[in-house]
C-alpha cells in the first residue's frame, strides 16, 4: 500500500539543519582533552576553558592557518603546535565573549596578541552532552552568532521523559556515508526485525515475526512523533520514535513516562559521506554499578551496538551512493510501504531544509580538496574496525581467559583438597598392584 504524501506533510518542524547538536559527552570531553569533529565540512574543536567550561572553535589558528592537531591544553588554554600561539576564554560581565591569544612568540607581542581571537560557535554542557549551536558562520564575539531555537527544545526531558533515575551506556559510531541515510535508518522499524534480528536479545524481534504494523505521526513545530501499533490490536504501542530536529532521535517502548529503556540517538553530518552517532541506551533496570562491572554490562551492550551498526553499513553506503546518482530522488522509483510513513516525513522535511539552509554550500569541497580532515576524523567502528577488533579482544581477555583462570584455580582448589583423599582410597582399593599386574 503506497503512502500518501501531501496531507502528510502539509505541516512540519520548523527547525531545519542548522540549529542545536548534541557533538560530544562529559564523559568524554576530559580535563585538558582536545576533541576534533566537523559540521557540515568545516573542522571544529572543543576544548575546557580554565573555568572546565566547554568551548567550541574552528579547527584554524589566527596566526596562519594551522589546525589545533598536534596542539595542547595547559590550563584551560588552547596552544597551536606551528608557533605556540595560546587561546584563552575572556570573561566579559560574565560571560565568556571571546577566545583571544595571550601569548605568541614573546613580549614584543604582547598587544598584538590581544586582538587576535579564535572564530567560535555556541557551546554547553547539559544533561552529560556537550552541544554546540551550529549556525555555518563562526564568530570571534559569540553574542554575533544569532540563536533561533532554546537549547531545551531538544533536550528528551522537554518530551515527557525522565531521564535522571537512569542509568546508561553510550557509544561513539562513524561511517562512511550521507547523515541522512542513518536518521533515515533509526526511523525504520521493519528492517529491525529483518535485519538485526540475530543480533537482538529475546525472540519477539526476528525474520520469522515480521509483519506489518498500524503507523500514527503526530508533527508539531518542535518535533515528529511515530507510534507503531499490531494491527489486530491485541496489544499496546510496539514502539515510538521521536524526531527532534536537526539531528536527534528517541526510541522508546511503552508510555513515555513509564519507559523502562529509552534509546537517544544523535546525529552528527561531520562532512560529505563523514557521519558520527552518538548512542546512548538508559536504562531503568539494571542499576546496581557493582553488578554491572562484575557481569561486564558495559562491554556487552558495546559490542551489540557495534555488531548492530556493522549489520547496517553496508546498506547505508549504497543508498548514499544511490541517492547521490539521483535514483532516489525521483519518487516514482521508490515504492514506500505503509510503515514508511515517518521516513517520507522527515524525508521531506531535509530536503526542504537543504532547499532553506544550503548547509553544504556554507563550506564547500571539491574532488581537489585535501582530505586530510575527513580521514583523520573517521575514529569509531564500524568505519574503523582496528577499534571494533580492540573491542573483540577486550572482551576475549577480559571475559573469556579470566573465567578460564577461574575455572583453573577453582579445578586447583578442589584436587588440592580432595585429591590425596582420593588417592588414598584407590590404593585402599589396590587398583596398584592390579595395574602393576598389567604391566
Ligand atoms: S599558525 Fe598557529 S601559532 Fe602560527
Ligand atoms: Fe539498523
Not at 74 to 87: L, Q, S, T
Not at 381 to 399: E, G, T, W
Request: include cysteine; charged fraction near 25%.
Amino acid at each position: 500500500m503506497p503512502i500518501q504524501s501531501s496531507a502528510e506533510t502539509a505541516s512540519r518542524p520548523n527547525v531545519g539543519l542548522l540549529g542545536w547538536y548534541a557533538v560530544c559527552t562529559t564523559e568524554y570531553l576530559t580535563k585538558d582533552a582536545i576533541y576534533y569533529f566537523s559540521m557540515f565540512n568545516e573542522p571544529l574543536v572543543i576544548f575546557r576553558d580554565q573555568n572546565y567550561k566547554p568551548k567550541c572553535v574552528k579547527d584554524f589558528c589566527r596566526h596562519r592557518g594551522a589546525s589545533f592537531r598536534g596542539g595542547d591544553i595547559k590550563n584551560g588554554e588552547i596552544i597551536c603546535p606551528y608557533h605556540g600561539a595560546r587561546f584563552t576564554s575572556s570573561s566579559v560581565n560574565g560571560d565568556n565573549e571571546t577566545i583571544t591569544c595571550t601569548h605568541i612568540v614573546d613580549k614584543a607581542y604582547k598587544n598584538f596578541a590581544k586582538h587576535v581571537n579564535l572564530f567560535q560557535y555556541p557551546c554547553i554542557e547539559k544533561g552529560d552532552y556537550i552541544y554546540i549551536y551550529y549556525s555555518g558562520k563562526a564568530q570571534t564575539r559569540l553574542e554575533d552568532v544569532k540563536i533561533n531555537t532554546p537549547v531545551d527544545h531538544i533536550q528528551p526531558e522537554a518530551y515527557g521523559f525522565e531521564l535522571e533515575e537512569k542509568e546508561y551506556e553510550q557509544a561513539f559510531i562513524d561511517f562512511k556515508c550521507d547523515w541522512s541515510r542513518i536518521i533515515e535508518n533509526h526511523l525504520d522499524i521493519l528492517h529491525i526485525f529483518w535485519m538485526h534480528g540475530n543480533s537482538l536479545p529475546g525472540n519477539e524481534v526476528n525474520r520469522k515475526t515480521i509483519k506489518s504494523f498500524n503507523q500514527t505521526v503526530h508533527k508539531d513545530s518542535k518535533h515528529l512523533r511515530s507510534v507503531y501499533t499490531e494491527k489486530d490490536g491485541s496489544k499496546d504501542e510496539f514502539i515510538s520514535q521521536i524526531f527532534i530536529p536537526p539531528g536527534r532521535v528517541v526510541i522508546f517502548k511503552g508510555a513515555t513516562d513509564k519507559a523502562r529503556y529509552i534509546q537517544v540517538l544523535d546525529h552528527i553530518p561531520l562532512s560529505n559521506n563523514r557521519a558520527r552517532i552518538i548512542v546512548r541506551h538508559y536504562r531503568a533496570f539494571m542499576k546496581n554499578k557493582l553488578l554491572c562491572k562484575l557481569i561486564m554490562f558495559k562491554q556487552r551492550q558495546l559490542r551489540t551496538f557495534y555488531s548492530i551498526f556493522s549489520e547496517d553499513y553496508l546498506v547505508l553506503q549504497t543508498q548514499t551512493f544511490n541517492e547521490q546518482m539521483g535514483y532516489m530522488k525521483q519518487e516514482k522509483n521508490m515504492k514506500l510501504l505503509s510503515e514508511d510513513k515517518m521516513i517520507k516525513i522527515f524525508l521531506d522535511w531535509h530536503q526542504n531544509s537543504l532547499e532553506t539552509d544550503n548547509p553544504w554550500d556554507l563550506h564547500p569541497t571539491n574532488s581537489n580538496t585535501n582530505k586530510i580532515h575527513q580521514d583523520l576524523l573517521m575514529e569509531y567502528p564500524p568505519a574503523n574496525p582496528h577499534h571494533a577488533n580492540k573491542i573483540r579482544q577486550f572482551f576475549k581477555y577480559s571475559v573469556t581467559y579470566p573465567m578460564l583462570s577461574l575455572l583453573i584455580i577453582f579445578v586447583t582448589i578442589i584436587s588440592l583438597r580432595y585429591g590425596p583423599e582420593l588417592i588414598s582410597k584407590t590404593l585402599e582399593n589396590n587398583i596398584l598392584p592390579s595395574i602393576e599386574l598389567r604391566n
